[in-house]
């Protein structure tokens, strides 16, 4: 059988291979696209914990971080939407109305 | 090595390959079909998992409902290529890859305390677990109150995006 800290470490390797994206990717598409990554990456994390300790909490919390990240794809892309309308861009180097 | 084993190694291969590919492709299309490629292995890393429920809404949400989302608004957009990619060296990038290991390495050194010699098989009734009917009975028994907050965080999201994508050119 495989133990639990196999899945663990794959876990924990896509997370960093995602925050890596967010990090080094300007596009604001593929950002979003490591954010989801990351999500997955938890969620692998937690069905696995809820499958080797054996109760169910682990399972519920992945359904829940589901409707939650299509919520967030729906908002962040129409973000990304209007963004383009006015400034014809998705960089975010180029994206730098806040900064000061 | 167990066949067990074996398609774990297989389905992680996949898995951090395609990560790995998503993040460096300077095309925007390119990423997000790896990113799906990703999505179907952990589908499958959940069935080993026994968490059949969960594998089939990964399918059907994630490779499904957001990547659809995903290609459908690159393509609306008509992106190019990311330039910057292809840069020889960058300090900020220096900086970033510096900092991602800073992240992996706390992590996996936790992870290696944490779970040596505990949990080596998956509990006895985990195949109960995954299970559409017991997942069904507990969401509507005591987590009832979560669930329909879900419908709340859908509705606001779906009017939040209409509020935003509606606005007009300035």
Redesign the interface.
């Known amino acids: ?10 876990s ?10 967010v ?5 604001a ?2 950002i ?3 954010i ?2 990351m999500l ?1 990456s938890v ?2 994390a937690l ?2 914990f ?7 909490i682990g ?2 919390l ?3 971080v ?10 962040g ?6 963004i ?3 400034r014809l861009t ?2 975010i ?1 180029e994206i730098n109305l806040l900064k000061w | 090595m ?1 066949s ?2 074996l398609v ?1 190694f297989i389905l ?1 291969f996949i ?2 390959a395609s ?2 590919l ?2 460096t492709r300077a095309n ?1 299309v390119k ?2 079909i790896f ?1 799906i490629v ?2 179907l292995s ?1 589908s499958i ?2 069935l ?4 059949q ?2 594998a089939i ?2 399918v059907l ?2 490779a499904g ?2 990547m659809v ?2 290609v459908f ?2 393509m ?2 008509n ?1 190019q290529d ?1 330039k ?2 292809s840069d020889k060296f960058d300090v900020k ?1 220096l900086i ?2 510096v ?2 290991f800073v ?2 390495a706390q ?2 050194i936790g ?2 305390k944490s ?2 010699g ?9 195949v109960e ?2 299970k559409i009917e ?2 069904g009975e ?2 509507f028994t005591n ?1 009832i109150l ?1 669930f329909e907050i ?1 419908s709340l ?2 509705i ?3 009017i ?3 509020v ?2 509606k ?1 007009k ?2």
């Open positions: 059988m495989i133990p639990l800290s196999w899945y663990l470490f794959l924990l390797i896509l997370f960093t291979i995602g925050v890596l994206g990090l080094i990717r300007r596009n598409i593929v979003f696209m490591c989801e990554l997955n969620n692998l069905v696995g809820s499958s080797y300790i054996g109760n169910e399972q519920m992945v359904f829940f589901m409707v939650v990240a299509a919520a967030e794809v729906s908002v892309l129409a973000i990304v939407i209007a383009f309308r006015n998705v960089n180097d | 167990t067990q084993a774990f992680a898995s951090i990560a790995i998503m993040i925007p990423s997000a990113l990703n999505f952990l890393l959940y080993t998992l026994n968490a429920f969960i809404i990964q949400v994630y409902a957001i989302l995903f608004v690159i609306l957009l992106l990311e910057r990619l990038r970033a890859f900092l991602v992240v992996f992590i996996a992870l290696g779970t040596s505990r949990f080596l098989k998956p509990a006895d009734n985990s677990l995954g017991f997942i507990k969401l987590y979560p879900t965080i859908l606001v999201a779906i939040g995006a209409i935003l994508a606005r050119f300035e």
